[in-house]
């Protein structure tokens, strides 16, 4: 037999779906309701009675927030007795009161009014999404100035920091970019959105906000090319659009993942060290000269080395991998390590070479996760591998 404990979970259930605070926001009415109740049978009716008396007891004096609807029992041992057939919550109110939301709902109704006065295409989204909306009241009217800001410049072309609100800085908007993005694609026109960006990272980009520049590092190694005064460590850092405006006067370019091998790296006529920043090329995409010139690219001889090289070849097809072979890695063997989790992956741009050592790594026909490391090869083995390619 149902206690009322266990109405109230039915009811919670509502509440914690979102159903009532979404009805407090235009959506269906989900009040009168009947509750589900369990009820004694004519046995337990006879065997339990005074347990059926306590339960009968216990319904009628939790019976503020639920009306009962009952039934006569006429028994030819008991003889006539009222027993509840059904539970109804006719109102919203009496569900908030059973489950003690109230507080909780009132709060919930000050969003709604606010938003319908500030910015009423925003209603549909307390209905989809209302428990997330009480999570935020503290936030929401700010995240309702950030939205009408907007609205009011749309693609802004500005940084986020430069966004001039109380309470309205790059932190707070950061941390709220998945709801100011659901919230920004209901309310601005189609035209101010980029649909291309997508997730966390496109968030600056699909607004029309700029983007923190993607930067290279790169190391001149012919000092006849020296972009610095003599003497100079040619050392450069500069953005994604410099880099692509440079045209470098280089026939070769050598691009390496390990910062000490870049900073190492030894003096190669008509040439330029890249240093690289694992999977993800962007930065060098732009720069169209580099597709005239040689690319090597040395990585570690591991699957996710492999990978890198094959999504390298996407942006520049003319890469060659450097000291990335069978040879180097059976010769430098007391230096294998293990990779965390392997690339498993089929990899369409890598040579008949480099997919058979690919394929014994990924399946481990040389060891379990071998991998080595392209900074313990010795430094001796990389002069020579250079001397072969000038």
């Not at 009161?97 to 938003?115: C, M, N, S, Y």
């Not at 741009?349 to 481990?364: A, F, G």
Request: charged share 25%.
């Amino acid at each position: 037999m149902d206690e009322p404990a266990e109405l109230r979970t039915q009811v919670q259930k509502l509440w914690d779906r979102g159903w009532m605070l979404a009805s407090m926001a235009g959506g269906e009415s989900l009040f009168p309701r009947r509750l589900t109740l369990k009820g004694p049978d004519s046995r337990e009716l006879s065997e339990r009675f005074p347990e059926v008396r306590d339960w009968i007891a216990q319904l009628s004096a939790a019976a503020g927030s639920y009306r009962i609807e009952w039934r006569s029992v006429n028994h030819r041992v008991l003889g006539n007795n009222e027993i509840p057939t059904a539970i109804w919550v006719d109102t919203l109110d009496d569900a908030l009161g059973f489950i003690g939301k109230r507080r909780a709902a009132d709060q919930f109704a000050a969003l709604v009014e606010l938003t319908r006065d500030k910015q009423p295409e925003l209603n549909i989204w307390l209905k989809k999404r209302p428990l997330r909306a009480l999570e935020l009241a503290e936030d929401w009217p700010r995240l309702l100035e950030i939205v009408a800001w907007l609205c009011q410049h749309p693609r802004p072309a500005i940084y986020l920091r430069q966004i001039d609100l109380p309470g309205g800085h790059s932190k707070f908007i950061e941390g709220q970019r998945g709801v100011l993005g659901e919230l920004f694609d209901l309310v601005l026109p189609p035209a101010a959105i980029d649909t291309t960006a997508t997730g966390g990272v496109g968030f600056s980009r699909r607004y029309g906000f700029l983007e923190k520049p993607l930067r290279v590092r790169f190391r001149i190694l012919d000092p006849k090319l020296a972009l610095l005064s003599a003497g100079t460590d040619q050392d450069i850092t500069v953005t994604q659009q410099i880099f692509a405006q440079l045209n470098l006067p280089v026939e070769k370019v050598f691009i390496t993942e390990n910062e000490i091998n870049f900073l190492a790296f030894p003096r190669v006529a008509a040439a330029v060290a890249i240093f690289g920043a694992g999977y993800g090329f962007e930065n060098l995409s732009t720069a169209d000269w580099l597709r005239k010139h040689e690319i090597h690219y040395w990585g570690d001889i591991d699957t996710h080395g492999f990978a890198i090289l094959n999504q390298l070849r996407g942006f520049f097809p003319q890469t060659t991998s450097l000291l990335m072979d069978r040879q180097t890695l059976l010769s430098h063997r007391e230096f294998w390590g293990h990779e965390a989790q392997a690339e498993t992956r089929e990899l369409l741009r890598l040579t008949r070479e480099e997919t058979v050592l690919y394929d014994d790594l990924r399946r481990n026909r040389l060891g379990e996760r071998v991998r080595l490391e392209q900074e313990r090869i010795g430094f001796n083995r990389v002069v020579e591998a250079l001397t072969g390619i000038s």
